[in-house]
């Protein structure tokens, strides 16, 4: 099992609830995780969810997506990082006989995240051998946004 994790800070500090902003009347947290959801609908060795640190949120990707994993996290923590880290640690506690071979961060402000680059990640999440690692989609700037 792959567990793809979106970090969403509502109190970010540059630009206080980013998540909830409005990209063309769809808020940014929403555009990421249906790119997310829809990379991998077939594909029931990937969990996508979301660390939160906000009921409201929480609230809007519960009402949005129904199946989506959505996991509360500190809302102290500052990085998405240890925000995928938290989010990781509480999910295996809920789910202690899961195995999981690799956790895919994807940033909660990428709302053009591409399916190659997502496949392509996982990919390599699926064929790496030995301990779970965690990978984070990263891209050159400039360049195409497809990535």
Avoid at 96 to 101: A, E, F, M, S
């Amino acid at each position: 099992m792959i567990l793809l994790v979106v970090p969403l800070r509502l109190k970010s500090t540059r630009l206080p609830k980013k998540v909830l902003k409005p990209i063309h009347e769809i808020p940014l947290a929403v555009r990421v995780l249906d790119r997310c959801l829809d990379a991998f609908k077939n594909d029931k060795d990937v969990q996508v969810l979301a660390a939160v640190d906000s009921d409201e949120t929480s609230d809007l990707l519960r009402h949005k997506f129904h199946d989506l994993g959505v996991i509360h996290t500190e809302p102290e923590i500052t990085s998405g990082t240890e925000r995928v880290f938290s989010a990781v640690r509480k999910y295996l506690e809920q789910n202690p006989h899961l195995k999981i071979q690799g956790v895919l961060n994807v940033q909660g402000d990428l709302p053009f995240v591409g399916k190659r680059g997502l496949g392509q990640a996982v990919g390599y999440l699926k064929q790496s051998t030995g301990e779970p690692c965690i990978v984070t989609l990263a891209q050159k700037w400039p360049e195409t946004l497809d990535y």
